[in-house]
Every structure is written in C-alpha cells, then in structure tokens.
C-alpha cells in the first residue's frame, strides 16, 4: 500500500511530466499554466488510493486519475469567468492572465482532454467508467447552475445548498474514487461504497472551504479571504445566520447585504461579526463533522482490511484539520 504522501508525490510527477505544450501555444499553454499551479490534486489523489486498496499496479489508474483532474480544472476555468474571480492558489485566474475568450476556449479543450485521458483505460470496467465520468459531468453543471440561481433567488433553503455542493463538488469527489475502485475491478458493492464515501467527504470539504472564505488566511487559502461575504454568495453560514437572527441583528444583516455602495473590508468586518455572534461558525463545523462521520461508516463497509483503509481514513481526518 502507498501512503497518502507518496500518492501524492506520485500524482504531483505525472501531472509534471506530462506537458500541454502543444500548437496553437495560444490555446495550450493556459491548460499547461493552471495545472502547473498546484492544487492538492484531491480528486486524482483519491482516485489512485481507491484503486490501491485492490491493487499495487497503480500506473493503471493514473490516466483516468489525471482525466478526472483535468475536467476539474476545466471547470475552476469557466468558474472563474461567472465569479469574476481575481485569483485562484494564489495566482491569477487564467480569464486574468490571457483574457475571457481563452479562459472559454481552453477550458473547452480541457474537457476534451479529460476524455482523452479516460479512453487510455484498457481495461474491462471502460464502459462503467465512462457512464459514471459522464453523469458526473452533467451533475457538475446541474449544481453550478444551481450556484447561478442562487445569485438572483431570494431565499435558498439549507436543503437546496446542500443541494448545490453536492453536485457542484461531492459527485466529483465520490466519482474519483468509484472510478478508481472499478478500475482496479472491485466488486460493485465496494465502488457504491467508496462513491457513498466520496460524497460525504466532498460535502464536509465544501463546508470547509466555504468556512475557510470568512475564516481562513489569503497567504495559506489562496483566494481573497471575504469573497463570498462581498458578493452575497449563499453559503451555509450566510443561510443559517439568515434563518437565526432576530431583531437587530437581522435588520442589520439584510440591510449590509442590500447596501451596494458599502466597503468591501467593512462588509466583511461586520457580517463576520455577525457569524461569530450568532455561532455560525461552530454550526458549519459541526454539519461538517456529521459528514466526515457518515463517510467513516461507508469506508467501514468497503471489503478490504482495515489497515489498508488506514490512509483513506487519514485522509478524511487531515479535511477537518486543513487551512487551504
């Protein structure tokens, strides 16, 4: 079994090793520079450990670890565009560095790519693979869709956000790791196992970087702490404060949300505050930990030894640890 750091590193290598440095340069080399960025690679990271826990082979899985990489950052491309978005890890959103049109454009190329990479799959599990990247595609543009109805909706529900990260960002997650689990010819039992605990991870992990945007530190997070504050963004904090404070508070809070000529930074200042107050903050860890919880029952059930799961169960810990 290969530890979650060496997955990594062996992840980290092959996304180097394989350059986008192909003609026109004007449409690779923005797919070169965003997957050159970084990233914590989660989603290729975990696919290879899915296929680890059946098989040590893992040079099998990384095409269809990087194609699943390659689509997620073929959707941070077009994200950025609808968020209007300045930065992404620290860097310069690629609609920033080149212009709208490329960001468009290579993020087209992008998910073309992605399928080029899972067709290097050989093996006799192609077919439920492909179905599964496939829905999970289409699920990722149901919930940002979703995301862009709650710009205009006036009030979204806790439910209807649970909603929208679960298709924005656990069905990705949950995909990485069933298709590495049916790439490495698992029983199906053990890929609806592992799915069913990708989806919890991946909604904890969205509670977490949605608790990081008000909480955590521009230099570790990568992204302008305040974001979400600034345009309204309905997130689990904003929903429950929303759904919790009376009286002047909430008087206080509708009206910082309804003033479009406020300070950036005394926006932020203010409806953190406010989090704080009402303890938001601690609600948001809390459903998250709820989530981690319901992914170790999962994992439990996937027919493997235990200290083979070791690493996967490490993993999901180090989330609700993470500052980035």
Known sequence: MYTLEQTQEFVKKFIAD????????????PIEYVLSIGGKRLR????????????????????????????HNFTLLHDDIMDNADYRRNMPTVHKKWNDNT?????????????????????????????????TALEVCEGQQYDM????????????YL???ELKTAVLIAAALKIGSLAAESSMEDADN???????????????????????????????????IVSNKKTFLLISAL????????????SILKDSNIDADKKIKIITGIYIE?????????????????????????????????????????LSERSN
């Open 278 to 318: 009402l303890g938001v903050d601690k609600l948001s860890t809390k459903k998250m930990k709820e989530f981690l919880d319901n992914a170790f029952i999962y994992l439990d059930k996937v027919n493997v030894s235990d200290n083979k799961k070791e690493e996967l169960k490490k993993f999901a810990i180090s």
């Open 44 to 71: 290729p990271v975990l696919c290879v450990m899915a296929y680890n826990l059946f098989s040590n082979n893992i040079n099998n899985v990384i095409a269809p670890a990087m194609g699943v990489e390659v689509f």
């Open 194 to 228: 592992l799915y069913k605990y990708g989806y919890n991870v991946g909604m904890a992990f969205q509670l977490q970087d949605d608790y990081l945007d008000v909480f955590g530190d521009f230099d570790v997070f990568g992204k302008k702490i305040g974001g979400d």
């Open 243 to 254: 759904n919790i404070a009376k009286g002047k508070t909430l008087k206080l809070l509708k």
């Open 103 to 135: 960001a468009i454009l290579s993020g087209d190329a992008m998910m073309v790519e992605a399928y080029k990479q899972l067709l290097k799959y050989k093996g006799k599990n192609f077919r439920e693979i492909l179905e599964v990247f496939t829905q």
């Open 149 to 160: 109805n709650f710009e205009t909706q006036q009030n979204v529900t806790e439910n209807e």
């Open 18 to 29: 394989n350059k986008f440095n192909h003609e026109p340069e004007g449409l690779y080399e």
């Open 163 to 165: 909603k929208m990260i």
